[in-house]
């Protein structure tokens, strides 16, 4: 069993922009209560164990404790609708962990696994926004933070699960009701990353 993943990352969050669970590497409290979050690859190349997943999307929607390292998460599995079968068997079993990779590594933090959804995934970047549709539930657009003369402002050597380095943004018009969970990732922290993951 093996997978080969290139493509692009994108999150939107609940807590203030910078997420304070991202730069201290999940052991600093969110900015509330509860940190609730939508984050999701889309997969620009590659296959998981001989199936081509290129052009599809997959992801997690999670609500979890202020300090994430503390585990207790309730997690919810988003996949894409457009996939077929053999696809949809290979994310489905990708994103549970049976693979390896990023998803077997946050198994120990969850708690409570609380649905799966499929549905249309689309996922595009536009002039520094990154734009996520998931069904009629998740309408998200990250746009990057940007530094005069200087392009997009970027969080390095962080020890985040799916990239070192990443690109800091903020929610425009985002809201997020997707499993039960549901909140405003408008002025809220996002963040977006290439990644390419092999095993």
């Given at each position: 069993?093996?997978?080969?993943?290139?493509?692009?990352?994108?999150?939107?969050?609940?807590?203030?922009?910078?997420?304070?669970?991202?730069?201290?590497?999940?052991?600093?409290?969110?900015?509330?209560?509860?940190?609730?979050?939508?984050?999701?690859?889309?997969?620009?190349?590659?296959?998981?164990?001989?199936?081509?997943?290129?052009?599809?999307?997959?992801?997690?929607?999670?609500?979890?404790?202020?300090?994430?390292?503390?585990?207790?998460?309730?997690?919810?599995?988003?996949?894409?609708?457009?996939?077929?079968?053999?696809?949809l068997d290979r994310m489905r079993r990708?994103?549970?962990?049976?693979?390896?990779?990023?998803?077997?590594?946050?198994?120990?933090?969850?708690?409570?696994?609380?649905?799966?959804?499929?549905?249309?995934?689309?996922?595009?970047?536009?002039?520094?926004?990154?734009?996520?549709?998931?069904?009629?539930?998740?309408?998200?657009?990250?746009?990057?933070?940007?530094?005069?003369?200087?392009?997009?402002?970027?969080?390095?050597?962080?020890?985040?699960?799916?990239?070192?380095?990443?690109?800091?943004?903020?929610?425009?018009?985002?809201?997020?009701?997707?499993?039960?969970?549901?909140?405003?990732?408008?002025?809220?922290?996002?963040?977006?990353?290439?990644?390419?993951?092999?095993?």
């Amino acid at each position: 069993m093996s997978f080969r993943l290139e493509g692009t990352y994108v999150e939107n969050c609940n807590c203030d922009v910078i997420c304070p669970c991202t730069w201290s590497s999940l052991a600093r409290a969110a900015t509330n209560d509860r940190c609730m979050v939508v984050l999701v690859m889309h997969v620009e190349r590659g296959d998981i164990d001989g199936v081509d997943v290129s052009g599809l999307s997959m992801g997690f929607i999670a609500d979890t404790p202020p300090v994430m390292s503390e585990g207790g998460w309730r997690l919810g599995v988003v996949l894409d609708g457009a996939a077929d079968p053999a696809q949809l068997d290979r994310m489905r079993r990708f994103m549970g962990g049976e693979f390896g990779g990023v998803p077997a590594a946050l198994g120990p933090l969850v708690g409570e696994m609380i649905g799966e959804v499929v549905e249309a995934i689309e996922f595009r970047d536009e002039d520094g926004q990154h734009i996520l549709r998931i069904g009629s539930g998740v309408n998200v657009t990250v746009a990057d933070v940007t530094s005069p003369g200087l392009g997009a402002a970027q969080l390095a050597n962080v020890g985040h699960p799916v990239n070192t380095t990443l690109t800091i943004g903020e929610g425009v018009g985002s809201h997020i009701s997707l499993l039960g969970i549901e909140y405003s990732g408008t002025g809220k922290a996002g963040f977006s990353a290439p990644f390419s993951w092999a095993a």
